[in-house]
């Protein structure tokens, strides 16, 4: 006795001469073929874009950083000699620092009546501060003016991610021209690191961070004004991650054929609906006429 590997087969073939094609089947035919083009369209391209999914957790992301921030400052004072302007940093472990000139550049502003200051500095991983001030100026002017603009204050490495909605920059384009030249400016910066990983596992360190800001005249011992532009931060323990993820590829396939499958079986269930539905009819026609 011969084994015939062919009765394993459960897709049985119906002989042509035993179907009947109909103009309902073929409008269902080309309309499924058209929903299937279309989720499978929307399936391929979830499956080449890039996800972006964050998280929250309790945790210092860079410890290679030696507990230092990168910090980059770039603001204008319009009616404030270069001379008189400078970069003063303090924090809780003792540092004090007046004038700080490394990876700094000043450049004048309204015919030398003004300046722009541009600096890259490092600060230490605990609260402190760090302003713009006179205070390291030779001498005193008598009403410095301190009013300002601020195109940039960023932490960290400079994220450009299309996706990432964040708060890397929330002072750029701080406008406090029309205050009071006397006044000094406290702007009160939360700040929440941040770590962007992208698809081959690499991982980017940044800050974004909030603030709060308010204004106010400030009096020396001496009774003179002496006003600042400060910065005042502390650090959260929350770390926000950003992680680029891709949908698998057996998923993908999973979602296709189930496109595929399902799609074809309600087709086949609509259309067998409608023919048997019109072949009732045609018989109750007949008998009518009968």
Known sequence: MTFDVRRFDIY??????LTQPTYTGAFISICCCVFMLFLFLSELTGFIATEIVNELYVDDPDKDSGGKIEVSLN????????????????DEMGRHEVGHIDNSMKVPLNSGFGCRFEGEFTINKVPGNFHVSTHSATAQPQNPDMTHIIHKLAFGEK????????????LGGADRLQSNALASHDYILKIVPTVY???????RF???YT???KE???????GRIIPAIWFRYDLSPITVKYTERRQPIYRFITTICAIIGGTFTVAGIIDSCIFTASEAWKKIQIGKMS
């Open 12 to 17: 049985r073939k119906v002989p042509k001469d």
């Open 75 to 90: 603001i204008s004072l319009p009616n404030l000699h270069c001379d008189l302007v400078g970069l003063d940093i303090q």
């Open 159 to 170: 994220l450009q991610v299309q996706h990432v909605q964040g708060a890397f920059n929330a």
């Open 197 to 203: 990983e992208d698809l081959s596992g690499k991982q």
């Open 206 to 208: 940044s800050y974004q």
């Open 211 to 213: 603030v709060a800001n």
């Open 216 to 222: 106010y005249v400030a009096y020396s011992h001496t």
